[in-house]
């Protein structure tokens, strides 16, 4: 499969420590496909803010959604300049000096604008999409949306078309200087695990295939 490239703007290009940097359009996707939560950074007349939320790719575009009430939402669909941030810890890096200890990491910012999903047709896809990332098949077994439920929520996605990414693996890189310092160096990984799944209280079905699976996949 040809690599795509993703051309960089004044902005996502990555100027330190810039052999970290990935301008491939793989890169990116798996970073963003393996979060469930991204930040998100804007600007409205009461200030700065940096808000969690839900996030889901599908093809070019990361889609969020909310309540129609909420107050970032009504200021993004105002043509506001985001910045959007993915992060995943890997491990520690511990080297000799106090000042070269470090992270391994895989980190992405999306830069734009984001557009509302108005066609309900989008909507109902865009949705589903959330569900079928967050549990595979589960679609077909839960109430989907009602009319009203969808009237009272917001879709919104940004294009991936301006976008910076940066990873770290490895271990430390230690100064000529310091290497005849004796301490204990390398890497403390940190792995995200899966726990087994817990029924509700008030449940009354079988456990199904994806809830089983759940703590068999890796995060």
Same mark, same amino acid.
């Given at each position: 499969?040809?690599? *795509?490239?993703?051309?960089?703007?004044?902005? @996502?290009?990555?100027?330190?420590?810039?052999?970290?940097?990935?301008?491939?359009?793989?890169?990116?996707?798996?970073?963003?496909? &393996?979060?469930?939560? /991204?930040?998100?950074?804007?600007?409205?007349?009461?200030? =700065?803010?940096?808000?969690? #939320?839900? /996030?889901?790719?599908?093809?070019?575009?990361?889609?969020?959604?909310?309540?129609? $009430?909420?107050?970032?939402?009504?200021?993004?669909?105002?043509? #506001?300049? +985001? /910045? *959007?941030?993915?992060?995943?810890?890997?491990?520690?890096?511990?080297?000799?000096?106090?000042?070269?200890?470090?992270?391994?990491?895989? =980190?992405?910012? +999306?830069?734009?604008?984001?557009?509302?999903? =108005?066609?309900?047709?989008?909507?109902?896809?865009?949705?589903?999409?959330?569900? !079928?990332?967050?549990?595979?098949?589960?679609?077909?077994?839960?109430? $989907?949306?009602?009319?009203?439920?969808?009237? &009272? @929520?917001?879709?919104?996605?940004?294009?991936?078309? !301006? /976008?910076?990414?940066?990873?770290?693996?490895?271990?430390?890189?230690?100064?000529?200087?310091?290497?005849?310092? *004796?301490?204990?160096?390398?890497?403390?990984?940190?792995?995200?695990?899966?726990?087994?799944?817990?029924?509700?209280?008030?449940?009354? =079905?079988?456990?199904? %295939?994806?809830? %089983?699976?759940?703590? @068999? !996949?890796?995060?």
């Amino acid at each position: 499969m040809t690599a *795509v490239a993703l051309p960089p703007s004044p902005r @996502t290009r990555v100027r330190r420590v810039a052999e970290l940097a990935s301008y491939e359009q793989a890169a990116l996707y798996a970073i963003l496909d &393996a979060a469930y939560l /991204c930040h998100i950074a804007f600007r409205d007349d009461k200030g =700065s803010h940096c808000i969690p #939320t839900a /996030c889901w790719r599908i093809d070019g575009h990361l889609y969020i959604h909310g309540s129609n $009430g909420s107050r970032m939402l009504k200021q993004l669909v105002n043509d #506001t300049d +985001v /910045c *959007v941030t993915i992060t995943h810890l890997d491990g520690l890096v511990l080297a000799r000096s106090a000042f070269n200890h470090t992270m391994n990491y895989r =980190s992405a910012m +999306v830069y734009g604008q984001f557009d509302k999903v =108005s066609d309900i047709g989008q909507q109902h896809a865009a949705m589903d999409a959330l569900m !079928e990332k967050l549990a595979p098949g589960r679609l077909a077994q839960v109430r $989907g949306g009602s009319a009203k439920e969808y009237a &009272a @929520t917001t879709v919104l996605r940004i294009a991936l078309d !301006e /976008c910076a990414v940066k990873q770290r693996k490895g271990g430390p890189l230690d100064d000529a200087g310091d290497m005849a310092h *004796v301490v204990w160096t390398g890497e403390l990984p940190f792995t995200h695990s899966r726990g087994a799944a817990i029924a509700d209280a008030l449940n009354t =079905s079988a456990l199904p %295939a994806y809830a %089983a699976a759940w703590s @068999t !996949e890796s995060a």
